[in-house]
Nanobody, 127 residues
């Protein structure tokens, strides 16, 4: 599956951005779609996800209440609405997909569990 991420940019602290990730494939609604981020010199961290066809979103504690993940199955696209941005949110944001339909919660947070990645989009939050 191919993933195309977009929507990054430069924003002041307190501002908002919406990231998009368009996916190919006929069974998008069954994919686990996940956003990760990687700040300079740091590991790639989980941000938010939909696991398979389940409608319950999952969030990292650091973004709960500020970020919202959503998906449009008609457009094969997952979004990440980011509000109240902080300088600590500065990172390259990546979307990832698991197409097996067998993703489990204990591994959903782990970048190594994904074989399909978008190219990344840079988000810079200035103070």
């Amino acid at each position: 599956v191919q993933l195309q991420a977009s929507g990054g940019g430069l924003v002041q602290a307190g501002g908002s951005l919406r990231l998009s990730c368009a996916a190919s494939g006929p069974t998008f609604s069954r994919y686990t779609m996940t956003w990760f981020r990687q700040a300079p010199g740091k590991e790639r961290d989980f941000v938010a996800a939909f696991r398979g066809s389940r409608n319950t979103p999952h969030y990292a504690d650091s973004v709960k209440g500020r970020f919202t993940i959503s998906r449009d199955t008609a457009k094969n696209t997952v979004y990440l609405q980011m509000n109240s941005l902080k300088p600590d949110d500065t990172a390259v944001y990546y979307c990832a997909a698991d197409t097996t339909g067998r993703m489990i919660l204990s591994t959903m947070w782990n970048p190594s569990a994904y074989e399909n990645w978008g190219q990344g989009t840079l988000v810079t939050v200035s103070s």
